[in-house]
């Protein structure tokens, strides 16, 4: 992955990709200007042997290229594309696919920002909406679904999972089932799942007959806190349709976007690997901690949790770097914790070198319906984590002295 799809010697021998710092690209000649447009804007098919030459950077750029190439490998997708932030990568998708009239169904709870698209955005272009749960059955959606009245009109279910912030499972294959139970050759409906939580090393959910995956790359994949970026897989055919609205919102990433994010993938897996072991740790410390009320951690899941526990071991290659736990003094004690970190940042985001500590009801999820919040269990007690690259007994020890402070 590190050197897939750079040519030293297309660029003075550099041996990284430098940054094409560049607004347009100059054509050999006209004949050659006029072939690039007619691919790019689908006039006439792309021939066999004939590469996409590049454009203008809303079109195309090699770091943005080189990058999206790089990606494809860890999902093994056909293709990719970048965004300026995950935002744009889900709400590209969720325009490009949904048209008035038409029905989307989504898991709850989502990222607070998709959940604001999705339920304030959406309704003003006449998109019908139908939230599940995670709890629910295939056959308990499905009927929910006929009974709305828009069986006929779905065209989508996006899901998210592990939900953020509860670490809630979705089963992948369950739902591309119910997907495949409403399409008609004519009409397929698709499945996106957002894969941020995972990340590209710890859930492929292609394999799980998803039809696009979405990531927030300003988390694992940029990993540094330092960019803000999103991306979105899936075949050649849908990523046709994702680029061309993307190309014309013009919300693709920048040169130098795509440059930190090539300079972050080197080190994606040696970064996850670290974060999951250093989780472990803190995830044994918060669950023998008697100042701790619960703790939502992939790697708790028993087979007592049964279906949660099957999913896991389905879907995930990983108990992932994100934990969440309720202190039982509600806000109060929560705020106090947080104030209290020394080590750990109290900040919002996740899946980056450095630890994050935040409180989903009043930061992330504020938007979401306080009814809804409180029935996913996103209550003033909970205190979400996001574990990073430092040493484990370090932030441990950080944990200790402001669960102190917590119950002055
Ligand atoms: C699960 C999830 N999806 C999407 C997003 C949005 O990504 P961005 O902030 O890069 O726009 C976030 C951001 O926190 C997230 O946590």
């Keep these: 992955m590190m050197s897939y799809g750079y040519k030293p ?21 006209a004949e050659e200007g006029k072939a ?9 098919a792309q021939e066999k042997n004939e590469e996409l030459g590049l454009i203008y950077s809303r079109i195309n750029n090699p770091d943005l290229e080189i990058l999206e190439n790089r990606l494809t490998l860890w999902d093994e997708a056909e293709e990719a594309a970048v965004f300026e932030s995950g935002m744009s990568a889900i709400t590209t998708v969720l325009l490009e696919f949904l048209k008035p009239g038409d029905l989307l169904v989504f898991s709850s709870p989502l990222y607070g920002g998709t959940d604001h698209f999705i339920k304030k955005i959406l309704p003003k272009f006449g998109i019908h909406l139908l939230e599940f749960t995670i709890g629910e059955s295939k056959a308990e959606v499905i009927n929910r679904i006929q009974e709305s009245g828009y069986a ?13 912030p509860t ?36 859930q492929h959910p292609l394999k799980f007959g998803a039809d696009l995956v979405l990531y927030s790359a300003t988390k694992y994949i940029g ?26 919102l013009g919300n693709m990433a920048s040169p130098n976007t795509g440059w930190l994010l090539m300079r972050s993938l080197e080190t994606l897996k040696v970064r996850m690997d670290a974060i999951a072991a250093n989780a472990e740790h803190i995830a044994h410390f918060l669950n023998h901690h008697p100042a ?9 899941l028993t087979e007592a949790d049964g279906e949660a526990f099957a999913i896991k071991n389905k879907q995930c290659l990983s108990n992932g770097g994100m934990i969440s736990f309720d202190l039982p003094g509600g806000e109060k004690q929560a705020f106090k914790f ?5 080590l750990i940042k109290l900040a919002v985001s996740l899946g980056s070198t450095e630890s994050l500590a935040e409180h989903p009801a009043s930061m992330t999820h504020a938007d979401v319906d306080p009814k809804v ?34 119950m002055e």
């Excluded at 010697?9 to 054509?27: R, W």
């Excluded at 984590?385 to 917590?406: C, F, M, N, P, R």
Aim: hydrophobic share 40%; net charge negative.
């Design 152 to 164: 006929e009109n779905l065209t989508m279910l996006f899901i998210e999972t592990p939900a953020n």
């Design 9 to 29: 010697q297309l660029s003075e021998g550099a041996i990284k990709c430098p940054i094409f710092q560049t607004s347009t690209f100059v054509f050999k000649n």
């Design 223 to 248: 990993g540094h806190s330092d960019v803000i970026a999103g991306a979105c897989l899936g075949s050649h055919q849908l990523m046709t349709r994702v680029k061309g609205l993307r190309t014309f």
């Design 167 to 202: 670490n809630d499972l979705v089963d992948i294959s369950s739902k591309k089932e119910i997907c495949q139970y409403f399409s008609l050759p004519e009409k397929p409906v698709y499945l996106a799942v957002d894969n941020t939580y995972m990340g590209p090393l710890w």
């Design 338 to 342: 947080l104030n209290a970190l020394k």
């Design 292 to 300: 701790v009320e619960k703790v939502y951690y992939l790697g708790n």
């Design 36 to 44: 690039f447009f007619e691919v790019a804007y689908g006039l006439r």
């Design 373 to 406: 919040r409180e029935k996913l269990s996103i209550t003033d007690k909970m205190i979400r984590l996001s574990i990073g690259v430092e040493y484990y007994e370090d932030l441990i020890d950080d944990i200790t002295q402001a669960l102190e402070k917590s």
